[in-house]
């Protein structure tokens, strides 16, 4: 299957600052990656598309401000958590479909990226 | 929103039993696929199923799809002490999202 790759894996920050997560599709273009954010013993949320050289559209509830997500090519999509506060601490996992359709409709997913935020 | 739930919450196995999982979905979906999620990793893909299919198969999985219902299960036969993790559905809907049931985590003890 496809790969998708997170960087960097686990962040610890202190309170006010700003993290960028990377995703990245290794073997295949994304015109769509997702992003999803996963509280301990939790399922996945989906906070927003991220959509290649458009603005990324983003989940009821998902402050926009505060979750930035640029796509600016077809193999990587960043999200930064400005002025993160320890409430944001959090797994934020991607996700990419493959736009080709090489890999089918299947969605396949980043390995995770820990933020604590102090 | 959660589209649906999977149940059971938790299933604890012996090394060999099949486990069987359930999800349920709230609205139409395109196709349903389901995860695997060991602690503190990433999803793995384990099986697409289309909206038009009833049944899959791969390797010791099975998964059923019934749109009247609105259900899907997860079938893991022979189960190994590997098997132990959660599992997770997800229906995509419009714009190829997806949007995941609570999962089960399945211990299968040696």
């Known amino acids: 299957g496809a790969v998708v790759s997170q960087h960097p894996s686990w962040v610890i920050c202190k309170s006010g600052t700003s993290v960028k997560i990377e995703c990245r599709s290794l073997?295949?273009?994304?015109?769509?990656m997702f992003w999803y954010r996963q509280f301990p013993k939790q399922s996945l949320m989906l906070m927003a598309t991220?959509?290649?050289?458009?603005?990324?559209?983003?989940e009821q509830g998902v402050e926009k401000d505060k979750f930035l997500i640029n796509h600016a090519s077809l193999t990587l999509s960043t999200l930064t958590v400005t002025s993160a506060h320890p409430e944001d601490s959090s797994f934020y996992i991607c996700s990419a479909r493959d736009g080709s359709h090489r890999w089918g409709d299947t969605q396949y997913f980043g390995p995770g990226t820990r933020l604590t935020v102090l | 929103s959660q589209q649906g739930e999977e149940d059971p919450q938790a299933l604890s196995i012996q090394e060999g039993e099949n486990a069987t999982m359930n999800c349920s979905y709230k609205?139409?979906?395109?196709?349903l696929q389901w995860y695997r999620q060991n602690s503190g990793r990433g999803l793995v893909h384990l099986i697409l199923i289309r909206s038009n299919e009833r049944e899959k198969h791969s390797g010791r999985l099975r998964v059923t799809l019934d749109t009247s219902k609105k259900s899907s299960s997860l079938l893991i036969t022979a189960s190994r002490a590997a098997d132990t993790a959660s599992y997770f559905c997800g229906g995509e809907t419009s714009g190829s999202r997806l949007t995941f049931g609570e999962g089960t985590q399945l211990t299968v003890n040696p």
């Open positions: 073997d295949f273009q994304a015109t769509t």
């Open positions: 609205t139409s979906i395109n196709n």
């Open positions: 991220s959509n290649e050289g458009s603005k990324a559209t983003y």
